[in-house]
């Protein structure tokens, strides 16, 4: 069993940055690709960002790319989501998810393991 567990919400005015933390424990981290979502008030869960087990591979939503960035310290067996020039349509919970396999997906429906999210609130 894996758990996930999610750092680094809050609030931030239109422009700023965030970096938001997701440390994993149980299984191998480095053989599992890892993702993070989100979700507005009233919206489906989306995609945000991937990458590959062994970290040289991402896929960037086009809703963000340009803004933000993810990466991972296998050592530490933690993810990051590097959010920058943040904007009010960003404000969602945003999850951090793993998968039993060293791929990238961009699907929600092929992780296997999910945190508990964490709130990030854009402000003008």
């Known amino acids: 069993q894996v758990q996930l567990v999610e750092s680094g919400g809050g609030l931030v005015q239109a422009g700023g940055s965030l970096r938001l933390s997701c440390t994993a424990s149980?299984?191998?981290?480095?053989?599992?690709?890892m993702g993070w979502f989100r979700q507005a008030p009233g919206k489906e869960r989306e995609f945000v960002a991937t990458i590959s087990g062994g970290g040289r591979l991402t896929i960037i939503s086009d809703s963000v790319k340009g803004r933000f960035a993810i990466s991972r310290d296998n050592a530490k067996n933690t993810v990051f989501l590097q959010m920058n020039s943040l904007k009010l349509d960003d404000t969602a919970v945003y999850y951090c998810?793993?998968?039993?396999?060293?791929?990238?997906?961009?699907?929600?429906?092929?992780?296997?393991?999910w945190g508990q999210g964490t709130q990030v609130t854009v402000s003008s």
């Open positions: 149980g299984g191998t981290f480095s053989s599992s690709a």
């Open positions: 998810a793993s998968r039993l396999s060293p791929f990238r997906s961009g699907r929600l429906a092929e992780y296997d393991y």
